[in-house]
């Protein structure tokens, strides 16, 4: 452990900001990326004094040691600001995904008890207009956070502004993050300083973060992937993290990293998924050298070349996680000699909890646990205990009870397994795995994976009919349907026939598919990009 370890291992959330704050002091700790230009640029020491200025309003606003804060804004430089200002104040911060509906931000705030809320003016004119939420803005105070006059003086020996009481214990409720999971409920897991910061100081077990290191943030900051593993571990080492100030979509996206460069980035496998099946795999596969077999790792080499320029030409670590990457994508990337590395975690393990050094695993060798996790499987169900798990869900005892085992370890719900090197490899969710007609565990995602390397499929959900048979609902790539709009009528059935049938010679007995239906809306999905199977089966 390095000596910014040592100092932090025990720190809570306002620790960390004003360590931060003091040690980097005018290195630019964000910005925000709009319309190609970055601005609202903030340094580590601006950073520490806005945070405490937003602390010293939620205090005159009648905020107590423990009270809830809401936190909802899409991304921006004022996000982990108010962040660790609520943190600062001695409250528990509830981070809200923007994308919930008014219905769901008013039963959280009904459910969790807040008494203010951090919001964005986006967001506040989003809910003054909702009928749903009428009445609670004029109700519980509200601030701004990107209309507090940050350059106004505060009093830091007042009697309403006490930094030392406001550093709470690191085993503390520090944040509430309700989930919007796969399964359909939405839980309010409660995390402690500790958890936090735990995971994030672990994370440099797979990937070092350097102060000259440029990160871009693609995710939703309420996510505790994007918040502990790109914005609270970034702040150990005085990183600089900027944001976009609209979703990352490709005429967004490909500018920005232009511009910007970043070093580091963390993503979910969609991306990478749209930027191989549209851009990548289709001229590979056309490639006299791919197709040839001794020249095949050249020209991925080739390729990779490409990509790592097109994501700017200084990126040295790319992270996935959130949901299974595709087979085919991964080996490209691996073969490519790209800097990606495949990454594990739930909001529940504060995220992380396996993971792999950049070019420095063996495809399909699994992943590590880093070393403050136990990792089990108990029945095929993988189980996790460490510092970084967990305090419970809020206000629901039964619902914890249930997700730890009596000797204190979290289930996860995934299923996998551990080699003799004690590595890990994930099989799908529990929840989703289906039962064969004998008793066979099929795993759906496993069949998912199998029909996404099919340049046909932009993405699918595999599901048990009423006979127990699999069905495969499908939506078609753009390719694939611009293809067909040139032919026949019928020559889509006809595709999706020939997709089933080399599916199955790839697949045991059990697992094949009876059938194929198009979907053509997308999938509807959580925010890490994993599809709401429970809407679909």
């Known amino acids: 452990m390095g000596k910014v370890d040592k100092i932090l291992a025990n720190a809570a959330l306002p620790q960390l900001c004003l360590y931060a704050s003091a040690k980097y002091k005018n290195r630019t700790a964000f910005s925000l990326l709009c319309e190609e230009q970055i601005t609202r640029q903030v340094t580590y020491a601006q950073m520490g004094s806005r945070a405490k200025q937003i602390a010293s309003l939620l205090r005159q606003m009648g905020v107590k040691k423990g009270g809830r804060v809401m936190l909802l804004s899409d991304n921006c430089p004022e996000w982990p600001i108010a962040y660790f200002g609520i943190a600062i104040a001695g409250a528990v911060s509830v981070p809200l995904l923007t994308g919930f509906s008014p219905e769901q931000i008013k039963n959280i705030a009904e459910h969790s008890g807040i008494?203010?809320?951090?919001?964005?003016?986006?967001?506040?004119?989003?809910?003054?207009s909702s009928k749903l939420f009428s009445g609670i803005l004029s109700q519980i105070p509200c601030i701004c956070i990107e209309?507090?006059?940050?350059?106004?003086d505060i009093n830091e020996e007042s009697e309403d502004f006490d930094l030392q009481?406001?550093?709470n214990d690191p085993d503390e409720l520090a944040t509430i993050i309700y989930t919007s999971g796969t399964q359909g409920s939405s839980k309010g897991v409660m995390l402690s300083s500790r958890n936090l910061i735990s995971s994030a100081l672990s994370s440099n077990e797979f990937f070092p973060i350097y102060p000259s290191d440029r990160l871009l943030s693609v995710l939703p900051l309420a996510h505790s992937y994007e918040c502990g593993l790109g914005f609270l571990a970034p702040i150990f080492s005085g990183a600089s993290i900027t944001y976009l100030d609209r979703p990352p979509s490709p005429s967004i996206l490909l500018p920005a990293l232009k511009l910007l460069r970043p070093t580091a980035m963390i993503t979910v496998p969609l991306l990478m998924e749209k930027i191989y099946n549209n851009a990548i795999g289709p001229k590979l596969e056309a490639n006299k050298l791919y197709k040839f077999a001794p020249t095949r790792l050249l020209a991925s080499w080739i390729a990779g070349r490409k990509l790592i320029a097109a994501f700017g030409g200084k990126i040295r670590f790319l992270g996935i996680g959130g949901a299974p990457l595709a087979p085919q994508v991964e080996k490209f990337l691996h073969n490519a000699r790209f800097p990606y590395s495949i990454g594990y975690g739930?909001?529940?393990?504060?995220?992380?909890?396996a993971g792999n050094t950049p070019l420095k695993f063996t495809f399909g060798s699994g992943i590590a646990g880093s070393s403050i996790v136990k990792l089990r499987v108990d029945k095929g169900e993988i189980q996790v205990k460490g510092p970084n798990v967990m305090i419970g869900y809020y206000n629901d005892a039964e619902k914890t009870k249930e997700t730890f085992t009596d000797d204190g370890w979290l289930r996860t719900g995934d299923l996998g397994n551990l080699d003799n090197k004690g590595r890990l490899h994930i099989k799908g969710r529990l929840k989703a795995m289906i039962l064969g007609p004998s008793g066979e565990n099929i795993y759906p995602?496993?069949?998912?994976?199998?029909l996404g390397s099919s340049q046909l499929v932009e993405e699918s959900l595999v599901y048990s009919g009423k006979k127990g048979e699999l069905i495969a609902l499908v939506r078609l790539s753009e390719a694939a349907i611009s293809e067909a709009a040139k032919t026949a009528a019928g020559v889509i059935e006809h595709a999706l026939e020939e997709l089933r049938i080399w599916a199955n010679?790839?697949?045991?007995?059990?697992?094949?598919l009876s059938k194929i239906e198009i979907r053509y809306e997308p999938f509807e999905k959580t925010p890490t990009m994993k599809i709401k199977r429970y809407l679909y089966i």
């Open 165 to 167: 009481t406001s550093i």
């Open 346 to 353: 739930l909001t529940e393990t504060s995220p992380l909890v």
């Open 445 to 450: 995602e496993e069949i998912e994976g199998l």
């Open 147 to 152: 209309n507090i006059n940050y350059n106004a």
């Open 115 to 128: 008494s203010a809320i951090c919001i964005s003016e986006k967001m506040a004119e989003k809910l003054d």
């Open 505 to 512: 010679r790839k697949l045991a007995a059990f697992s094949r």
